[in-house]
């Protein structure tokens, strides 16, 4: 017999408009009401249990109904035991919570409450540039040094007479690679260094437009880290590594910026390394040294308005490798391509003003050693200087030349310079490299603006 009588059902019944419901259909109903909800109380009990409670709260009821795939009765919370009272209406008894009788005169002789504050924002500055500045609302560095000593604290403990330290070590947390990508980085990876051309250009080809290689791009980085260390002196595989750099870099869906402090070191290997192939005067180097400049100067332009330190870091370690007469010429020839990639305004402030100083104390003696490779890599440098000077001039004409269209007159590209400016630019540069630079330009506009700069 179930536990709801069909007088109940029929009741329901009829507030959801469903009237005239037969006795059996009432009685089958309550019994299947009654053994739904023992089940439900049943789980309601288990979540009570493995709470360690001996209450039923409205929490287990819920969490009951979700395991039932049953949406949760909103709109219940649990306070204490609510005390019924029973009254009789019509030979009926009903079950009812009393109210507490407040006296009106209570309520208004009670206090006002407090006035809510209002709801007021205010920003400061967690870091700048890594810097976390002494204000009140960045914890001080004593908070700091006592959550640190929170975090690691180190208990002596001693076992068969000897001494340790026992600190709290968080585990690593692995990094999963599905078993597809681990084939694409290993196929990619073989096909970089492949001796067929085909299979590389597809492989870089690859690595520029692919949109799914986030995962594996700190694994390309770490494999570029590790072949240039390993290869220092094998030209193609640092060939190879650059065209690898170069595609990750031209992946529009890479964020690439986190990687930079590991992928510049490798590319600065490159650009200024003492050697870089077996054969120097066999194998042609200076391409792939240049290569390496226009990648430095590449990432300078495209992150230097992010990060306003990356280009002088660069630069100041490039002018160092240029003017320090213990670097080898290959060395000194990267870093003065370097400077001459990242811009005419550097150049005019750190390359120009110190080719006399580099002429003086490391082409002459260069020049006039009988090795080959030491003249081979003087004359390098000669034409890398000489070619900055150029492209400083070429330049200035385009300027002047705009400066004249917007004035709607005419520019005289033929004027040359005087013999007292061309005698100036020889004292100021040398002639180990102002004379060739003045045998392929003599116009007045050029050497007049590196004359303005050298002053």
Same mark, same amino acid.
């Given at each position: 017999?179930?536990? @709801? ?74 306070? %204490?035991?609510? !005390? ?17 009788? *407040? %006296? ?14 209002? *709801? ?33 604290? !180190? ?12 600190? %709290?070590?968080?585990?690593? *947390? ?11 980085? +290993? ?17 870089? +080809? ?22 240039? @260390? ?17 595609? @990750? ?22 650009? *200024? ?25 590449? @990432? ?120 007292? %400016? ?34």
């Amino acid at each position: 017999m179930s536990a @709801i009588p069909k007088d109940t059902i029929k009741n329901i019944g009829e507030s959801l408009g469903i009237s005239n419901l037969k006795d059996d259909v009432a009685t089958a109903l309550g019994q299947d009401v009654d053994y739904r909800v023992q089940e439900l109380i049943q789980e309601a009990t288990k979540f009570m249990r493995h709470s360690k409670r001996s209450k039923l709260m409205v929490e287990d009821i819920n969490a009951a109904l979700r395991v039932k795939n049953v949406e949760p009765l909103y709109g219940y919370g649990y306070g %204490d035991a609510s !005390k019924f009272r029973r009254t009789t209406v019509n030979n009926q008894n009903i079950y009812f919570t009393e109210d507490e009788e *407040v %006296d009106f005169d209570t309520i208004l002789n009670k206090p006002l409450p407090k006035i809510p504050l209002d *709801v007021s924002f205010t920003a400061h500055w967690l870091a700048i540039e890594g810097v976390q500045p002494a204000i009140p609302q960045n914890p001080t560095p004593s908070d700091a040094k006592s959550d640190l000593l929170t975090k690691k604290t !180190k208990t002596q403990t001693t076992t068969n007479g000897i001494s340790t330290d026992q600190v %709290d070590v968080k585990p690593l *947390v692995k990094h999963i690679l599905s078993k597809e990508l681990q084939m694409y980085f +290993e196929r990619i990876t073989d096909a970089i260094v492949s001796e067929d051309e085909r299979l590389r250009s597809q492989a870089f +080809e690859s690595l520029r437009n692919d949109p799914g290689l986030h995962q594996l791009l700190p694994y390309f980085v770490q494999h570029i880290q590790k072949k240039v @260390i390993q290869n220092h002196k094998n030209l193609d595989v640092l060939d190879a590594m650059l065209s690898t750099v170069y595609s @990750i870099l031209n992946n529009k869906h890479l964020f690439v910026e986190p990687y930079l402090h590991q992928l510049i070191p490798s590319i600065l290997s490159c650009l *200024v390394g003492r050697t870089i192939c077996e054969e120097p005067l066999e194998q042609d180097h200076w391409s792939t040294r240049d290569r390496a400049a226009s990648l430095i100067a590449s @990432i300078c332009h495209q992150y230097g308005k992010s990060y306003h330190t990356l280009q002088p870091r660069i630069a100041k370690a490039l002018l160092r490798a240029f003017l320090d007469p213990t670097k080898p010429l290959t060395t000194q020839y990267g870093a003065i391509k370097g400077l001459s990639q990242l811009g005419t305004e550097v150049t005019r402030v750190l390359v120009v003003p110190n080719i006399k100083f580099y002429d003086q104390n490391c082409l002459q003696h260069a020049l006039s050693s009988t090795s080959p490779l030491k003249l081979e890599g003087a004359r390098k440098c000669q034409e890398a200087l000489v070619d900055t000077l150029l492209q400083i001039s070429k330049e200035a004409k385009e300027t002047a030349l705009q400066e004249q269209i917007k004035l709607g007159s005419e520019m005289e590209d033929g004027e040359t310079a005087s013999e007292q %400016d061309q005698a100036k630019l020889l004292e100021h540069v040398g002639t180990l490299v102002g004379q060739p630079f003045l045998e392929k330009e003599q116009g007045k506009i050029a050497i007049k603006d590196i004359l303005e700069h050298l002053q």
